[in-house]
């Protein structure tokens, strides 16, 4: 149980494209997800926490404007890097929880390289 | 002080003995304490959660959990090279679902 599907895994493109990825949770309503960053040999960095049907929580430094979040639905959140450029190159990581204390699961990552 | 600290290691333990993991915290008013398993490359994976003082056994892994100390360990019986990973120690406080992580342990069992 508490699988959290994360689309898609790569993603080369250009500078200036906008970029999209999903995550879902596949076997339980997620009422909380969260968006991480993590870069080579460093720790995750918590970007926003979002709540369905609710604006996003951003992290003190993340540009809302740049990295905008979508909590539709219970099962979906999805994060749109938009006009990437090289330095937004990083491993983005998706996480969801049924909320309280619970634990969060995390998706298997998105690894966006801007060239 | 860090409010998750964790020895980075990295810490080389023999196939088939017992890795031990170590966690502190200095926020009292933590309420749930998680693990994490984080291959190289890969996401983290949850591996164990904790609530309440004492030891949580599942399989070969063993959580303690100390608030008086706030400290929190893991423990692995039996390593098996495939449990050479970075772990990583998680903490919430209660009315907050953000996790506060500490830096990892990179774990290492030598065949």
């Known amino acids: 149980g508490a699988v959290v599907s994360q689309h898609p895994s790569w993603v080369i493109c250009k500078s200036g494209t906008s970029v999209k990825i999903e995550c879902r949770s596949l076997?339980?309503?997620?009422?909380?997800m969260f968006w991480y960053r993590q870069f080579p040999k460093q720790s995750l960095m918590l970007m926003a926490t979002s709540n369905e049907g609710s604006k996003a929580t951003y992290e003190q430094g993340v540009e809302k404007d740049k990295f905008l979040i979508n909590h539709a639905s219970l099962t979906l959140s999805t994060l749109t890097v938009t006009s990437a450029h090289p330095e937004d190159s990083s491993f983005y990581i998706c996480?969801?929880?049924?909320?309280?204390?619970?634990?969060?699961?995390f998706g298997d990552g998105t690894r966006l390289s801007i060239l | 002080q860090k409010e998750v600290e964790q020895n980075s290691g990295p810490l080389s333990v023999p196939e088939g003995a017992i890795a031990s993991l170590n966690c502190t915290y200095s926020?009292?008013?933590?309420?749930?304490f998680f693990w994490y398993r984080q291959y190289s490359g890969k996401s983290p994976e949850l591996i164990m959660s904790?609530?309440?003082?004492g030891d949580k056994e599942d399989g070969r892994f063993t959580a303690q959990l100390n608030k008086a100390s706030q400290y929190v360990s893991l423990l692995i019986r039996d390593s098996q090279p495939s449990d050479s990973a970075t772990y990583l120690c998680?903490?919430?406080?209660?009315?907050?679902?953000?996790?506060?992580f500490g830096t990892g342990t990179r774990l290492t069992i030598i065949p």
């Open positions: 996480s969801a929880s049924t909320g309280g204390q619970q634990p969060q699961h």
């Open positions: 904790i609530y309440s003082n």
């Open positions: 926020d009292r008013v933590s309420q749930s």
């Open positions: 998680a903490v919430n406080r209660f009315g907050n679902e953000k996790l506060t």
């Open positions: 076997d339980f309503q997620a009422t909380t």
